[in-house]
């Protein structure tokens, strides 16, 4: 049965999800996502790994700090995937394969399009940040921002890869996708930043070529690549009634990642006035628990295919298990990895740098970043249910709710009493908190799509 699920097409693949046991299809779709999500969390983690112990401190500490706007510029990117999945399910689960194909094309056109627009404003943003930083890094702020403007395009693409390919069913080859990325990063950053010792410089270097190399691999699965789901841009023109569709359901989604990497950087603003060394230990703690975040948080795409599907097809009692087991799946998997990470959390940082007073904050941080995955884990699984139903509103006003009012108020109310701790318990407390309000919300919803 399983190496048949890995050979399935599109059409038997719906047919899987639609009319197979709700429970198993699920765990078969978030295999690969999960595997997906270990790689993906291992791309920042073997980063750090290479710049901590080849570059140093401020080099790390100034990485840390960059991430966040880097990441708001990538909300574009991810407001459009979150859309694309969501319209896309929705004609996979009424049949109509030609309309799929349709979609991804367009999809495919307007997220280069917008990705080129993107990249130049992306490196103006360098200017105020780096002026508005600790000096120690500030250099290294200005550098990395700007130079991302060159690899912003292609990780575009890459989200619209990721979204065309789980709204079909198909997460195993998002799944590929990390593995050949993550083997050339760090191949890459062997040569540039191990070797040629190019610090900043290197990061991105290592990024570009990879990311390029990647994208030719995507274009040749998604164009070329004989098969039912092959795309063809023969007589393209923009559909412009699928673009402000697109637009509409994706603002909701870009506004919330926008939003939460806004206040992830200004949680950092906070953090970076403490200092290069606890803004260094932080960045630890984040790298090594963002495969603890990444674990849970896997079922939230498999939850998104599912119930777009079903609810195409108007299963809404199948939609519905597919929400509950996903979070139920997603608390499963969250205990075991604080079961298997808080014990090993020392052994973990030090891989990172040899400097005590770094490894002391690294090591009481990843303790709570970690025992905060079962409510964050949760919260993405509901968050897949939202999207699924086209509901993309519920995903942002959920994730504003937890980081800006129960985290970044939440710190700026104990940082007096806790400094920079208030960080990291802050975490704890929001994901929580917002894990029970998502389980109020998808209780109360109606499992109708607002697509149709």
């Not at 100034?62 to 990538?74: D, F, L």
Request: with cysteine; aromatic share 10%.
């Amino acid at each position: 049965m399983k190496l048949e699920f890995l050979h399935q097409g599109t059409e038997q693949r719906r047919e899987l999800i639609l009319h197979g046991n709700v429970l198993q299809t699920l765990l078969m779709l978030s295999l690969p996502t999960l595997m997906m999500s270990v790689i993906q969390a291992l791309l920042p983690l073997s980063d750090g790994l290479f710049i901590n112990n080849a570059a140093g401190t401020l080099v790390a500490s100034a990485v840390t700090y960059s991430e966040p706007v880097i990441n708001m510029m990538i909300a574009l990117a991810q407001g459009i995937s979150v859309a694309a999945m969501a319209i896309i399910g929705q004609a996979n689960g009424q049949g109509n394969l030609e309309r799929v194909r349709h979609i991804c094309v367009q999809v495919v056109a307007f997220s280069s399009v917008v990705g080129l627009c993107a990249a130049p404003f992306a490196a103006l943003t360098a200017f105020p940040v780096a002026a508005n930083v600790d000096p120690e890094i500030s250099h290294n702020v200005f550098l990395y921002i700007s130079l991302y403007a060159f690899v912003l395009p292609f990780s575009f693409l890459e989200s619209i890869y990721n979204a065309i390919k789980n709204a079909t069913g198909k997460p195993e080859a998002t799944f590929i996708r990390m593995v050949l990325l993550l083997v050339l990063k760090i191949l890459f950053n062997m040569v540039f930043v191990a070797l040629l010792r190019l610090e900043i410089v290197g990061c991105i270097l290592a990024s570009l070529c990879s990311n390029i190399l990647i994208c030719v691999w995507m274009f040749y699965e998604l164009f070329v690549k004989r098969g039912e789901d092959k795309l063809s841009l023969h007589g393209f023109h923009f559909d412009r009634d699928l673009i402000r569709q697109l637009v509409r359901v994706g603002i909701p989604a870009m506004l919330a990642s926008l939003m939460m990497n806004l206040g992830f950087f200004l949680i950092n603003y906070e953090t970076q006035k403490y200092g290069a060394i606890v803004l260094n230990g932080q960045g630890i703690a984040n790298n090594i628990s963002e495969v603890c975040f990444n674990l849970p948080a896997a079922f939230g795409a498999a939850v998104t295919t599912m119930v777009s599907i079903n609810i195409g097809a108007n299963q809404i009692s199948n939609a519905k298990r597919s929400c509950w087991m996903g979070c139920a799946a997603s608390v499963v998997t969250a205990l075991a990895v604080i079961a298997l990470i808080v014990p090993l959390s020392s052994h973990l940082t030090v891989l990172f740098t040899q400097r005590a007073d770094v490894l002391d904050i690294a090591n009481r941080a990843l303790h709570i970043y970690t025992y905060s995955v079962v409510g964050f884990g949760v919260c993405m699984a509901v968050q897949g249910a939202f999207i699924g139903l086209g509901k993309t509103m519920v995903p942002l006003f959920v994730g504003v709710l937890r980081i800006w009012f129960l985290r970044y108020i939440f710190i700026l109310a104990t940082e007096q009493a806790l400094e920079y701790y208030s960080v990291f318990w802050g975490n704890l407390f929001s994901n929580y908190t917002a894990a029970v309000i998502s389980i109020i919300l998808i209780w109360r919803t109606k499992w109708v799509s607002t697509l149709q």
